[in-house]
């Protein structure tokens, strides 16, 4: 097989990156190691960026998004039994954050990718790439049963944290920085109209909890747990009693409960590898980084990776210039840096920190969010990085 871009992983890098070559008349094949099905059922992400949003309205994968994505104006910060509104729009001119799941981004990128005639290849194993230092990268893979080689112009490592392209990578070349945080999250997604019109951040001396929702019947709710938890620690009624504690207020507000559709752990970490690129394969979102999900980057970042990408592939195969591709990586980690600070200074506002026996911490933190919500200077920090940065800046 010989296409132009090998992509690996249909995830939101790697179908927004397939997308955006097509639009450019350049061609790609994807492979991904699970089912259709799997991956446009797998709930993660709900929060999208305007910058996210307007890439994909622009280039015709927004219909459903604007028909059926909630627009949010501003988000809300509870401490100490109080709500205190951050306008994001009044703080920003005017943009917004989109909640519309990530499963739902997926299976319009998938429609789009297969009424163009994408190729797309599901459930493939044993994906391996080589001769990455040549001008004939391969992509090797068992498909339906038979060893396939997949000769590129480039290959695309789109295959998320526990992929295999950042591993293929020599010894010596990655520098990487890793930070495992000493906490995670139980995340749920209940069967009930959200409690709230706009998401929650709670920080409590519980730990924190986050009240998000999905759509107008699906709330998406999660509490910081232990680090070494396992989801069988968390029966249905200890998650309900812990969110009603931790987004307590004390106008007699309420939190409604529902029936537990789904819910799992996820760790909380922050990572990078640098350089995103090896030859000629360039690493795109979470192949290349993970935040923590405090402040809702990760699949933003992956968009923004790979819409430098396809920028400086168009610009190689217009005119052979392949300064655009040696600047990628340095492109995509000024944004990813900024995206790491923004979600660790989430999480260590927010969260309780286990160990942590002096009740200085605890002060300081309440310090910090007063001083969000009262200064006009630091809500708009907050407010413009939440919303994120146009996506050629
Ligand atoms: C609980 C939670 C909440 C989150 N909330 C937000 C949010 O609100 N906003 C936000 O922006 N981000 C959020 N994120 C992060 C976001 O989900 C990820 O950053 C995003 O999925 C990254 O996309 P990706 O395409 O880089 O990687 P992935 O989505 O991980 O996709 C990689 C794909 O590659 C495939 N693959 C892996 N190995 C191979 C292989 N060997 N061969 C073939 N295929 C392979 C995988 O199966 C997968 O489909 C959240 C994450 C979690 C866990």
């Known amino acids: 097989m010989r296409t132009q871009v090998g992509v690996i992983g249909a995830g939101p890098a790697g179908l927004v990156l397939s997308h955006l070559l ?30 996210t949003v307007d890439l994909l309205c622009e280039t015709g994968v927004g219909g459903r998004l604007m028909r ?19 306008p994001l729009s009044d703080l920003t001119g005017g943009r917004a954050i989109w909640i519309y799941g990530q499963q739902e981004v997926i299976k319009d990128l998938v429609t789009a990718r297969l009424a163009a005639g994408a190729e797309i290849h599901y459930e493939v194993s044993d994906a391996s790439v080589e001769r990455l230092d040549t001008e004939r990268p391969v992509i090797g893979c ?9 000769e590129c112009d480039f290959i695309a490592g789109c295959d998320g944290f526990h992929g295999i392209c950042r591993h293929a990578i020599p010894a010596g070349v990655l520098t990487t920085y890793d930070r495992d945080y000493p906490f995670g999250w139980v995340g749920i997604l209940a069967a009930v109209a959200p409690s709230t019109d706009e998401l929650i951040y709670a920080f409590t001396e519980r730990g924190f909890a986050l009240h998000s929702l999905r759509t107008p019947e699906l709330s998406r709710l999660y509490v910081q747990c232990d680090h070494d938890d396992r989801i069988e620690d968390w029966p249905d009624d200890r998650i309900w009693d812990e969110l009603h504690q931790r987004l307590k ?21 922050s990572f990078v590898a640098e350089p995103m690129q090896y030859g000629r ?13 405090t402040g809702a980057k990760g699949l933003n970042l992956a968009v923004r990776d790979v819409w430098h990408l396809a920028q400086a592939l168009v610009r190689w195969y217009r005119a052979r210039d392949d300064a655009a ?34 009740r200085v911490s605890y002060k300081l933190q309440l310090a910090r969010l007063a001083y969000v919500v009262t200064s006009r200077a630091a809500a708009t920090s907050l407010a413009e990085n939440y919303v994120g940065f146009p996506i050629e800046d």
């Open 249 to 269: 207020k004390s106008d007699g507000w309420t939190l409604k409960e529902g029936p537990i559709l789904e819910k799992g752990i996820t760790g909380m970490r």
């Open 142 to 150: 068992t498909l339906d049963g038979k060893r396939v080689n997949i």
């Open 325 to 358: 591709l040696a600047g990628y990586s340095s492109a995509c980690l000024r944004r990813v840096w900024r995206a790491q600070d923004f979600s660790y200074w989430m999480t260590s506002m927010l969260h309780r920190f286990p160990g942590d026996d002096s």
């Open 68 to 86: 059926e994505g909630l627009s949010h104006h501003g988000i809300e910060l509870r401490f100490e039994g109080e709500a205190h509104r951050i």
């Open 22 to 51: 097509h639009l450019q008349g350049i061609e790609s094949i994807i492979i991904e190691r699970r089912s259709r099905e799997y991956v446009e059922k797998r709930v993660r992400a709900g929060v999208l960026e305007q910058a």
């Open 281 to 293: 394969m360039f690493l795109a979102g979470d192949a290349a980084h993970i935040v923590p999900p």
